[in-house]
Every structure is written in structure tokens, then in C-alpha cells.
């Protein structure tokens, strides 16, 4: 039988097959026992050394790092018609074994994408080798802003609605200053796509420039790793720009940044949703073996019918966001008109269905459920961070109501 929730083995290309194989080896070997060894480490280690150098130096031996990049640099080339639908079924299956490990790798994926497809060839020359040589190497992009992130996922196209960090032309530089926030792998990675402003003139999606900052760049300096009620193995930082000058060459995309981020944000949501499902169906596997082991009122808690219903509950919840991630994966390899839109959806429906498969999981654990060394509460946590995580659950409602209605849903709301 299929595992619930997982797109079954006969929808599956040959490649798509061995890499599942491949990485649920990875997780299974490597990354689930190192979780289940280490539930209080995640609350107790620095940022810098919780997670041990061998589980990224591991992805890397199985060719998980990457996905995303030219065959040219040693990459995964994956095959354009399917990839969203890879890179669906790898995010899953590694976010089974923890989330924050599938958002560090998935983090790399997504500005691989980026940079095949923005990046002028001497800047991938040079950054693509540098990332496959070392397995430590990660890389972040950098939108969100203590003003917020909402407005630029809607995005309001008007000039007071333009980001805060500025981007300035200068003696052959660009010169940047502000300061992101909420940066998943800002805290170490080694290479950073950042957005800025270029033009106060002119809405987001005409002012908006983007740029590859390496990290030892002057100017940039990291100023925080936030800590996170869940995904804690990714580190999540802050970043300050002063006067951080960027040689012009390093610049992605010039006012349309934001048309162009399309490339990687489409896929993304279907990775984030991908995620999403991989710790729905972690939740219910650690439920499926409790129910049938712990007894109460003299039977195991399984042929109880209440118990017995929330567990099929969870189980049509898996299959239907798996479903629906299916459908919008193919829409977004097939480039269809409706992908946008049928990426917001899986990205809210997953969001808010596999919260609800960890709340059964945590109360049909008992106090168990409430138990760091029982690893279920962690589910609930790296479930709810991603409420928020590539756009929040009304912000991407709207959008999908703007998508139906786009000359009455889309009016910007306007300044206090
Ligand atoms: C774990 C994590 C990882 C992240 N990783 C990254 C990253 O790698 N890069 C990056 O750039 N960002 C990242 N983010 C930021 C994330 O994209 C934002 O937190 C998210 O988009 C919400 O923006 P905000 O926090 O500024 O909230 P706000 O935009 O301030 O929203 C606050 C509330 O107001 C609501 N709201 C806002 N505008 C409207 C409106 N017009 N109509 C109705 N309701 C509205 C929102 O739905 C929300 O409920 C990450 C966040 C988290 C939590």
C-alpha cells in the first residue's frame, strides 16, 4: 500500500522514484534518529552548533544539495516539465525527517533556481562551484522588513508602499543600506539575494532591484539569530546593510525584481507546502504506532471509535493537501495561467490542514503529546511557524481573491 499522503510510486518518473528512495534512506539513516537522540538539544545548543556539521556533509554525499543547480557545476539538473513536481516530493520527504533541515536545503534550492536563471554567467561561474565544494555553504534571500513583508506579497504597487532598504548607484557600486528581517538561513549563510529599492518614484514592481551580496561583503553585518517556537534548525537571522557597497556586476535584476522573482517564488510555495505535508505525515505515523500500542478502558486506543475517527481524519487531510499539491505542482511545471493562484491555495490549505493532523496528533498523544522527549509537540511547532512562512494566511487569501477578481479584490488599501 501507499503511504497516506505521499504521491503513489506508479505517478513517478524513474528519477523522481530513485530520488525519493535516496533521500528517505537519508532520512531515515540519518536525520530521524539524530532528531530523536537530541529533543532538548534544539532549546539548549548556540545557533552555531546545533546542528552538527555531518547531516548537511550527508545531504551533500546523496546529492541533495543540488537540486536547482546546472549539470554544467555538478548540480541535479532536474528535467524543466517536471520540477516542480521533484522538488514536492524530495521537500516532503526530507521535512518527514525535520522541517528545519527541509528549509535550510530547500533555502539553497530555491536561489539555485534564481541565479540559473537571473544570474549573468560570470557570477554563476563563480558562485555555483564555490557552493558545491563546501557542504556547510547556505545561501538566503532577503525581502522582509521590520516596516513588514505583506505589501510586497500583494504586492501594493504604489510609491509609499516601496520597501525601506535603498540601493544606491555610486562609482561603479551599488550601494545598500537598510536592514532585513525574519531570514530563513540569515543567520550563516554565505550568500545573500537581497532586495532594495532603486526608484522612490515608482511603485514595488517597477522600483524594486535585486543583488547577490556575499556575506563578508563591508557593510553587511548579521545582528541576530531569532529564535523560532518551531523549523529550529534552520536559523532564522537579521541582517543590517550600511553603506554596503555591491560591485554593479552583482546586480540580478534591475526594477522588475519582483516580476522576475517569479521564477523561484512559484515553485517555492509548492516546496512550502511540500514541507507541510512532510511533517503531516511524520505526525500521523507516530500517531498510526501510539493508537495501536496504548491501551485505555482495556483496549488498545485504536478501537475506540473516537480515536479511531481523528485518525482517519488526519488521514483524508494528508491525502487531500496532497492531492491539491499535485495539481498545482503540474500547473506550475505546465506553466498554466492558474498556477499562481492554485500555489496560494496549497500554500494556505496545507498551512492550515496539517496544523489541525498535529493538534490530533498532540491530543491523541495525551500528556504524552505534551513531552519534548516524545518529539510530537515538535510537529505542532514546526507546523504552526509556517503559517507565516512565504506570505501569511489572509495575505494569501487576498490573492487568491484578487486572482478572481482582479479589477475590485486588488485596490491598494492606502496610507494612514
Ligand atoms: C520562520 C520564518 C521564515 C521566514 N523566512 C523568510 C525569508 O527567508 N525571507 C524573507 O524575506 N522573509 C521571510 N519570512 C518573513 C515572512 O514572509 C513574513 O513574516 C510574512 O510574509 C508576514 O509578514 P510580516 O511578518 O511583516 O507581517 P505583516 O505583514 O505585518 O502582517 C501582520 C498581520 O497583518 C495581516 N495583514 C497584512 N496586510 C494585510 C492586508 N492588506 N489585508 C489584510 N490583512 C493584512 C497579515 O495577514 C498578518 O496577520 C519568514 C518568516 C518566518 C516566520
Redesign the pocket.
Known sequence: MDRIGEVPDRYLSEEQRLMRETCRRYVDDVVRPFIAANREREWLFDPGGRLPAEILQEADRTGLRGLGVPDEYGGVGLDPATQAQTFSIIATEIARGDSGLA?KLV?NWKISVLLRALAPRHLQDEWFPRYMADPQFLM???????????????P?NVPEANMDTRAVHEDGHWKINGR???????YDASLYVV?ANTDRSVGMLAGTSSFLVPRDTPGLEVTRC?E?V??RY?N?GEIVFEDCAVPEDHLLAHGDALRKAGVYFRPGKIIQAAKNLGIGIAALDDTAAFVQERVQGGRILIKHQAVAVRVAAMATKLEAVSALLRHAALAVDDNHPDATRLCDMVKVFASQEILEVCQHAVELHGGYGAMLEVGVEKYFRDAA??L????????SN?KIAKSMFPSTAGAY?GPE
Open positions: 528549509d533555502q538566503a534571500h532577503c525581502l522582509t522588513e521590520p516596516r513588514g513583508a505583506s505589501d510586497r506579497w500583494l501594493y532585513k528581517q525574519f531570514i530563513s538561513n540569515g532586495y531569532n523560532t518551531g523549523g534552520m532564522n511557524v509556517y507565516h512562512m512565504d506570505a501569511t494566511v489572509d495575505v487576498f488599501a
